[in-house]
């Protein structure tokens, strides 16, 4: 009996596995084929995946949008689109790190997402390699082309001649410095690293937990978006025109030493919090007037009239001055809209398209710095002027910003080398950059060989 | 008692037998076979099609010197806090084998850590030991430490033990205390009577009786402590220096971050390989203590 | 034995620093997350609040769905843990009565799949509920949670079973009743503390779980409580308020039920289980 049994529980396993392995495979090309066959039969989309009308179409919209105010307005966004049109919108937000992931993995699905609303991703050159993003182009014709946008630099990345993403922001790293501090202190503007540095270091005083600056230096976003921004101040390139690494070749090399150790010199004004700052660290420094600079988004003024109102007028936007004093510069950034390839492209279409006429100026007033826009008439209206955080901070956080936007050197990761291509993306999801600050800063090892070790690990991600 | 299964128990036996082992196979075997296949090919995404590369992703893992070090950050981490959960579960279990007043209420409350969601964990040790607001912070504030980083390069493992500890050890409390109420109180009557002391009675017989229960411990709990992946990654994401980087949190970042799929899971596929000596071991060392039969 | 007056002040001393490293966290989180957004940074210190503010706890239930967040941890975790234990009951029960060929090996492989890596398991399931579509369901998720409940109830199921004299079911069986008669009326009611643990485990785990849900769950209307709350925490806003509101309102009713059951879970961990 001990026999039969036994043989009946390895056919049962056999049996379950096989089962199992044959259904996921079958699936497995059956999606391959939608995906080359323009996901001609896969299933509309349903939202919470309890089923749903398949006749009906939803657009599932995956929303980096998580600070309060922004996602309630994109909300009701969806559901005024609802109500003019019967198409149902459903917002899923999410944190920006996982977003590729979950428009990745659910990518001709059942659960597919049909538009992103995402930061700069620096994966978007991913998503088209693989066909997940489409094209835009015929969109922002309708919107009126591309001379809306505010500048050039904001339809990046352009690939293959067609634009994949619609911008709705311009997120440049934006310095914010105490102005109040500065008077005291009886200090103008910093206009170069020396004085800058002077500066930084006129604020310090550690007794009192008071500190220059903070700049986040754990591996993350905040690292690769703000940080990197002493390399454009000194005219760094990690990437030449034909995407060769640079990075550590003659002047450019010696000049990353100098931004190295300039910002080696910084972190002598940062609190020991800037070992593991991320986004809310900067915040909570500056609000709490520990620091008297950092970086941030214009969210950072947007938010203090909730969270520091006291800060009101005691600050104002600037640039990272470059190293020699030939103005300032900054790192690229903006947010973006891609539409997803599926069953549903077109009726997606037709909700940004909408979006961008009707519902535009409804988003952007949930944060209004932060969402700077990127239509240039919008920033120019006076709907937009008239909005309270705008009018509040006109002269300490729009009118520089936007002098940056025209004037700075600016850079990021993202716009390395020539046109975007995965080799951008590998650097960024692989923070290679904000490891070499850890080990220059944390690790205390030399700048010179941590750049050669950096250079040469960049090549071998690439090859 | 066990028997053979007569010819009328098989569908008892089948009934009982077939659903669970369907459910097993498809969570757990399936999936674990999968992973060994994933460890085969190269692939950045869940859809479209892998390309096998054959063991060549172990060969690459084996060259990469940053998996030495995060093996051995798993193992410190590991290590350190069974060591730590050990010494203090048995502490608190020879506590709670105690009588004394409000003793049951205690029982309670030191498990309640153990029942704390990781992410609840790491919100309430990170809001405690944040430099400028945090109720440690303070404490150390009366004995002239300022801007303490508990975070820092050099501490951050020895924090994420130290909460790994606060959060793990009430499980490994209830097992000693478990072992403690099978030693029979007339040994240490009679060992009271024969002049021994507490440190004595202590050494010659809670030690020697729990140290199966020791021995299990270590071997499970290490095990379970190297595959932890949440309470690392949500306290220190691996950092600063990649100081915590341990072994899951490697293969999420190369498997989720980078979209390494193969690569990562021939990490975690090695991950289990080298556990699985460990449990081979225990399982020796169980059988052994069973006599071979178990009862 | 004869306890000194010492020894005894030593344990009461010893008793309290346990307690307040046990309690003392969570005390604190709750009061702090209590003082508004007026006294947060400026009495973040104050062992004792002078100011007791329900602001964070409005601002997280007007911004975030946390009371979908708790519904949907609570549908997962009752079912993962029903499923698990009826269904470990059953295999263990098996195993603990029977001997077959590969009956020991299933023991073992039970113990070794409640050790695996939990990556070794999520990223192929994951992969494999892309393929299927069910991705992004609560439903792979209770199944997610089943794989690491299962082989630990099994596990403990099968020691407690066989706490229990077969010559109970003998006698039974004797007087004419089924297998399955004698199984439900006479060895379930009697290993019920062993079942109780087994579900407390199987709810805790679920409850409990990151991991899984944060790679699985992608809608808001899916999340669970600490996928909720791990999206607030990564949102790169300033929400400390928020954080430690929501982590309150896990910590609290958690406290409250536990105080009931963890004498059952206690016991049951501490009865013959570990032992096996």
């Given at each position: 009996m001990k026999k039969g049994l036994a043989i009946v529980l390895a056919m049962f396993l056999i049996l379950s596995i096989a089962a199992c392995s044959g259904k996921s495979n079958d699936e497995q090309s059956q999606n391959t084929q939608n995906n080359q066959a323009g996901n001609d039969t896969t299933p509309a989309p349903s939202g919470s995946g309890n089923g749903g009308d398949k006749k009906q179409v939803t657009l599932r919209i995956a929303s980096a949008e998580t600070a309060a105010d922004p996602k309630k307005a994109m909300e009701e966004i969806a559901q005024e689109y609802e109500q003019q049109t019967g198409v149902?919108?459903?917002?899923?937000?999410?944190?920006?790190?996982?977003?590729?992931?979950?428009?990745?993995?659910?990518?001709?699905?059942?659960?597919?997402?049909?538009?992103?609303?995402?930061?700069?991703?620096?994966?978007?050159?991913?998503?088209?390699?693989?066909?997940?993003?489409?094209?835009?182009?015929?969109?922002?014709?309708?919107?009126?082309?591309?001379?809306?946008?505010?500048?050039?630099?904001?339809?990046?990345?352009?690939?293959?001649?067609?634009?994949?993403?619609?911008?709705?922001?311009?997120?440049?790293?934006?310095?914010?410095?105490?102005?109040?501090?500065?008077?005291?202190?009886?200090?103008?503007?910093?206009?170069?690293?020396?004085?800058?540095?002077?500066?930084?270091?006129?604020?310090?005083?550690?007794?009192?937990?008071?500190?220059?600056?903070?700049?986040?230096?754990?591996?993350?976003?905040?690292?690769?978006?703000?940080?990197?921004?002493?390399?454009?101040?000194?005219?760094?390139?990690?990437?030449?025109?034909?995407?060769?690494?640079?990075?550590?070749?003659?002047?450019?090399?010696?000049?990353?030493?100098?931004?190295?150790?300039?910002?080696?010199?910084?972190n002598q004004y940062m609190p020991v919090e800037a070992e593991n700052a991320d986004f809310p660290e900067l915040l909570a420094a500056f609000y709490g007037g520990q620091v008297g600079f950092t970086f941030y988004s214009g969210r950072l003024a947007d938010a203090s009239v909730q969270s520091a109102p006291d800060l009101a007028g005691k600050f104002q936007v600037m640039g990272l001055p470059r190293k020699d004093g030939n103005g300032y510069a900054t790192t690229y950034g903006d947010d973006g809209v891609n539409i997803i390839n599926g069953p549903?492209?077109?009726?997606?279409?037709?909700?940004?398209?909408?979006?961008?006429?009707?519902?535009?100026?409804?988003?952007?007033?949930?944060?209004?710095?932060?969402?700077?826009?990127?239509?240039?008439?919008?920033?120019?209206?006076?709907?937009?002027?008239?909005?309270?955080?705008?009018?509040?901070?006109?002269?300490?956080?729009?009118?520089?910003?936007?002098?940056?936007?025209?004037?700075?050197?600016?850079?990021?990761?993202?716009?390395?080398?020539?046109?975007?291509?995965?080799?951008?993306?590998?650097?960024?999801?692989?923070?290679?950059?904000?490891?070499?600050?850890?080990?220059?800063?944390?690790?205390?090892?030399?700048?010179?060989?941590?750049?050669?070790?950096?250079?040469?690990?960049?090549?071998?991600?690439?090859? | 008692m066990q028997h053979k299964i007569k010819r009328r128990d098989v569908p008892f036996v089948l009934v009982n037998l077939v659903p669970g082992l369907i459910l097993f196979a498809v969570t757990v075997i399936f999936p674990a076979v999968m992973a060994l296949r994933y460890s085969?090919?190269?692939?950045?995404?869940?859809?479209g099609k892998p390309k096998f590369v054959g063991l060549h992703n172990f060969a690459e893992l084996f060259q990469d010197k940053h998996f030495w070090s995060d093996l051995s950050k798993t193992l410190i981490y590991a290590g350190g806090s069974v060591v730590f959960q050990v010494v203090l579960g048995i502490a608190i279990a020879l506590l709670l084998n105690q009588r004394f007043a409000g003793r049951s209420f205690l029982r309670g409350a030191t498990v309640l850590p153990y029942i704390v969601p990781s992410i609840v964990v790491t919100i309430t040790w990170q809001w405690m030991l944040n430099t400028n607001y945090g109720v440690i912070s303070k404490f150390?504030?009366?004995?002239?430490?300022?801007?303490?980083?508990?975070?820092?390069?050099?501490?951050?493992?020895?924090?994420?033990?130290?909460?790994?500890?606060?959060?793990?050890?009430?499980?490994?409390?209830?097992?000693?205390?478990?072992?403690?109420?099978?030693?029979?109180?007339?040994?240490?009557?009679?060992?009271?009577?024969?002049?021994?002391?507490?440190?004595?009675?202590?050494?010659?017989?809670?030690?020697?009786?729990?140290?199966?229960?020791?021995?299990?411990?270590?071997?499970?709990?290490?095990?379970?402590?190297?595959?932890?992946?949440?309470?690392?990654?949500?306290?220190?994401?691996?950092?600063?220096?990649?100081?915590?980087e341990t072994l899951p949190v490697t293969t999420y970042i190369y498997t989720f971050s980078q979209y390494k799929i193969g690569y990562g899971v021939s990490i975690a596929v090695v991950s289990f390989l080298i556990m699985l000596i460990f449990m081979l071991i225990y399982l020796r060392l169980m059988n052994r203590a069973n006599g071979g039969t178990r009862t | 034995m004869k306890r000194t007056l010492t020894s005894k002040i030593l344990t009461y001393v010893f008793a309290a620093v346990v307690m307040i490293c046990s309690v003392f966290p969570i005390y604190w989180v709750v009061v702090s997350s209590l003082r508004g957004a007026k006294y947060f940074f400026a009495d973040s210190q104050v062992l004792i609040p002078n100011h007791i503010s329900?602001?964070?706890?409005?601002?997280?239930?007007?911004?975030?769905?946390?009371?979908?967040?708790?519904?949907?941890?609570?549908?997962?975790?009752?079912?993962?843990?029903?499923?698990?234990?009826?269904?470990?009951?059953?295999?263990?029960?098996?195993?603990?009565?029977?001997?077959?060929?590969?009956?020991?090996?299933?023991?073992?492989?039970?113990?070794?799949?409640?050790?695996?890596?939990?990556?070794?398991?999520?990223?192929?399931?994951?992969?494999?509920?892309?393929?299927?579509?069910?991705?992004?369901?609560?439903?792979?998720?209770?199944?997610?949670?089943?794989?690491?409940?299962?082989?630990?109830?099994?596990?403990?199921?099968?020691?407690?079973?066989?706490?229990?004299?077969v010559e109970l079911e003998e006698s039974s069986m004797v007087e004419g009743a089924s297998r399955f008669q004698t199984m439900f009326k006479v060895v379930i009611p009697l290993i019920i503390p062993g079942l109780i643990t087994v579900e407390i485990f199987s709810f805790i785990v679920s409850w409990?779980?990151?991991?899984?849900?944060?790679?699985?769950?992608?809608?808001?209307?899916?999340?669970?409580?600490?996928?909720?709350?791990?999206?607030?925490?990564?949102?790169?806003?300033?929400?400390?308020?928020?954080?430690?509101?929501?982590?309150?309102?896990?910590?609290?009713?958690?406290?409250?039920?536990?105080?009931?059951?963890?004498?059952?879970?206690?016991?049951?961990?501490?009865?013959?289980?570990?032992?096996?």
């Open positions: 149902k919108v459903v917002v899923e937000t999410m944190n920006l790190d996982d977003m590729y992931l979950k428009v990745q993995s659910t990518f001709g699905t059942s659960a597919q997402y049909d538009v992103m609303f995402s930061g700069y991703l620096g994966l978007l050159t991913t998503l088209k390699e693989k066909g997940i993003v489409a094209p835009v182009d015929d969109v922002i014709e309708k919107l009126g082309g591309k001379d809306i946008f505010y500048s050039p630099t904001t339809l990046q990345p352009i690939l293959d001649g067609k634009s994949y993403r619609i911008p709705y922001d311009l997120n440049y790293a934006l310095g914010y410095i105490r102005t109040d501090w500065l008077q005291e202190k009886g200090l103008s503007m910093p206009t170069n690293w020396d004085e800058f540095l002077n500066v930084m270091k006129a604020f310090t005083d550690k007794k009192n937990n008071k500190y220059g600056l903070i700049l986040p230096l754990k591996i993350g976003g905040a690292n690769n978006w703000i940080t990197t921004s002493v390399f454009w101040a000194n005219d760094v390139e990690i990437f030449d025109d034909q995407m060769n690494v640079i990075l550590d070749q003659g002047d450019n090399k010696q000049r990353a030493i100098e931004s190295l150790n300039f910002l080696k010199e910084l549903n492209v077109e009726e997606a279409k037709k909700f940004v398209e909408w979006f961008f006429k009707e519902k535009y100026l409804k988003l952007v007033a949930a944060a209004p710095n932060a969402f700077f826009p990127s239509i240039s008439s919008v920033y120019e209206s006076e709907e937009y002027k008239s909005l309270p955080t705008v009018k509040q901070f006109w002269n300490d956080v729009a009118v520089p910003q936007q002098k940056i936007i025209q004037e700075a050197k600016v850079n990021a990761i993202s716009l390395a080398g020539s046109e975007p291509t995965e080799k951008q993306s590998v650097v960024e999801s692989s923070f290679i950059i904000p490891k070499m600050f850890q080990r220059v800063l944390i690790g205390n090892e030399d700048p010179s060989k941590v750049i050669d070790a950096t250079a040469n690990e960049i090549r071998n991600m690439i090859k | 085969l090919y190269e692939s950045d995404t869940f859809i150390l504030g009366y004995f002239g430490v300022y801007q303490f980083n508990f975070f820092s390069v050099d501490m951050s493992m020895i924090t994420v033990v130290l909460v790994s500890v606060w959060s793990f050890t009430p499980f490994v409390t209830l097992v000693f205390l478990a072992g403690l109420q099978t030693v029979p109180e007339d040994m240490y009557e009679s060992a009271a009577l024969d002049g021994a002391g507490k440190w004595t009675q202590f050494r010659t017989i809670t030690i020697p009786m729990l140290s199966p229960i020791i021995a299990n411990i270590v071997l499970l709990r290490g095990i379970w402590m190297f595959n932890k992946f949440d309470l690392v990654w949500l306290m220190t994401g691996g950092g600063p220096l990649e100081r915590t | 329900f602001e964070y706890y409005q601002n997280l239930l007007r911004f975030t769905n946390y009371l979908t967040y708790y519904k949907n941890s609570l549908i997962v975790a009752v079912i993962a843990t029903a499923v698990s234990t009826l269904v470990s009951s059953q295999i263990a029960y098996v195993t603990s009565r029977f001997v077959f060929f590969g009956s020991r090996w299933l023991m073992n492989v039970m113990l070794i799949a409640y050790m695996l890596p939990a990556m070794l398991i999520a990223i192929p399931l994951i992969g494999i509920y892309i393929k299927l579509g069910i991705d992004n369901t609560l439903f792979a998720l209770i199944i997610s949670h089943i794989s690491i409940t299962l082989p630990f109830g099994v596990w403990m199921l099968d020691s407690f079973y066989r706490t229990i004299p409990t779980d990151y991991t899984y849900g944060f790679m699985i769950i992608s809608s808001e209307n899916l999340k669970t409580v600490p996928v909720g709350l791990a999206t607030i925490r990564g949102a790169g806003d300033l929400r400390w308020g928020e954080l430690l509101a929501g982590a309150s309102l896990i910590l609290v009713p958690m406290t409250v039920v536990f105080s009931f059951v963890s004498k059952y879970f206690i016991g049951g961990l501490t009865s013959g289980a570990v032992k096996g």
